[in-house]
DNA sequence: CCCATTGACTTGTTTAAACAAGTTAGGTAT
DNA sequence: ATACCTAACTTGTTTAAACAAGTCAATGGG
């Protein structure tokens, strides 16, 4: 039984959507064809598919078949929607980026930063505040807080690369979950202070709580944007378990 | 066969999660004991497991278990992590709401309005303009295009109430997927004209592409709201799939 | 005391099969 | 011609079983 079957299948059928090889609004090869061509069960197939359902690239319908409803994308655009390191994102965008840490101190959270970060009052953190230039200009303030006790020998000079590279590579800690919050907010004396910020008074700000592989909140950062360069991009899709009488009422 | 016994298990654990019943940050029962509780197959419970960590209600890791990473949330704010109609938030959130209907129109996509929206060019269009007021003060102007051929008969009356539910109710027409975009922009004289800004000069502005079930996009809509109110969650899990060398183009 | 191994758990992946239910085209009876 | 029905597709849901792989505590022997 070898591992991730679904994932390549997934792959595959993503990268030919993407190539234009499915015309879109059509209907893509039925599971049964899937099942042929790949050689597996139809979990298998059906574990890829709805992969790209999640992910926007198709749509299916009971009875009738899998649609391709892919549009590409400017790939100059500056995408959030998924979990993605600044280093990862501005790679993939081709735009030359830095990091330069403004800050690295300890610190103990309160009874005020415990409300906004949701640490628990008490919790010792590095507090970690780092601009990010895109091509030369200074677009974003991130403030980053990390659980001390899940931090081994954090130092700023491995801040000033990527942290999430550090975390996984070096620690084996996998990333799992991240819940976000985008909003926009009046830019401060500080953001004016570090940012480019031209004629705008406002940010992009997003707050994401990072959990790690014990289920332990282990980093809260607020990632304040130069508005012009924001675009976060999500996909949502409604599933028939949401569909019920109850109204949902959101975690995070 | 029932139908969708992994929605009511769902429900069910999401449930007593939102009431506190699992200690936050510890394991739920295993599987296996689910398994027995509810009286079906392990796929049925692993499907169920798989929305709540969709969701954000929980962490799986293999060899361990499942963690409860639950925290709720004020209940007073505007979120929008789902796909909702401005009507259900509203109700969802106890603020007292009201849709004005400003302009309704007929018009054929351009090719500049064909590259915003995602329309080919010349399809024909209903153009709806549409204020909500959210405890009496205009908070959000809603740009809606719409493609005439898959909207018979639709009135400015109705538009005045909830065009979802316009949708799903009267015609049978399952909404499925929607792209969205949220991006920060400055505001307009037109956004000055009609909604309360005070001290602001910026504004949140999230865009979608609906699909409908025969993956035709019939749905174009640009919101832009107060920030003051703009509030987006987002949950992000980091999948296998995606684990892979390639990096990702996302769709849309 | 320390370290390796084992065994009993846990979740992760894949297969095979059966039935339910929506869609569509074609054939049949009216 | 029209209406209905059927048959052959499609995806949706559930079950059962097997093996892979990660975790953790107990049990050894050194």
Redesign the interface.
């Known amino acids: 039984m070898p591992r991730?079957k679904?994932?390549e299948i997934?792959?595959a059928l993503k990268?030919r959507i993407?190539a234009g090889e499915y015309p879109v609004?059509q209907l893509l090869p039925s599971e049964n064809t899937l099942i042929g061509e790949f050689g597996c069960s139809r979990n298998t197939v059906r574990r890829?598919l709805a992969?790209l359902?999640r992910?926007?690239?198709v749509?299916t319908?009971q009875g009738w078949g899998v649609?391709?409803?892919?549009?590409?994308?400017e790939?100059s655009s500056y995408?959030m929607?998924?979990?993605e390191s600044f280093a990862?994102t501005s790679?993939?965008t081709g735009q030359h980026s830095s990091t330069r840490v403004v800050l690295f101190t300890l610190c103990t959270a309160g009874e005020e930063l415990a409300r906004r970060t949701?640490f628990p009052a008490g919790t010792e953190l590095f507090y970690l505040q780092r601009v990010h230039d895109l091509d030369g200009v200074p677009r974003i303030l991130n403030h980053n807080y990390f659980r001390w006790d899940c931090m081994p020998g954090l130092t700023a000079q491995i801040a000033a690369g990527s942290s999430y590279r550090y975390l996984e590579e070096k620690l084996g800690m996998?990333?799992?979950?991240?819940?976000?919050?985008?909003?926009?907010?009046?830019a401060t004396e500080e953001d004016r202070q570090w940012l480019e910020l031209g004629?705008?008074?406002?940010?992009?700000v997003m707050s994401s709580?990072t959990?790690n592989?014990?289920?332990?909140?282990f980093e809260y950062t607020q990632s304040r944007?130069y508005?012009g360069i924001?675009?976060?991009?999500?996909?949502?899709?409604?599933?028939?378990?949401?569909?019920?009488i109850?109204?949902?009422?959101?975690?995070?």
Do not use: W
Not at 231 to 244: G, I, K, L, M
């Open positions: 991730q679904y994932g997934y792959r990268g993407e609004g890829a992969g359902v992910d926007g690239y749509q319908r649609c391709n409803i892919f549009q590409p994308i790939p995408t929607g998924t979990i990862e790679r993939r949701g996998s990333i799992v979950t991240s819940k976000r919050t985008i909003t926009v907010e009046r004629e705008y008074d406002c940010l992009a709580q959990y592989s014990d289920g332990v909140m944007h508005p924001f675009r976060f991009q999500d996909n949502a899709v409604r599933t028939p378990e949401h569909h019920s109850a109204e949902k009422r959101g975690p995070q």
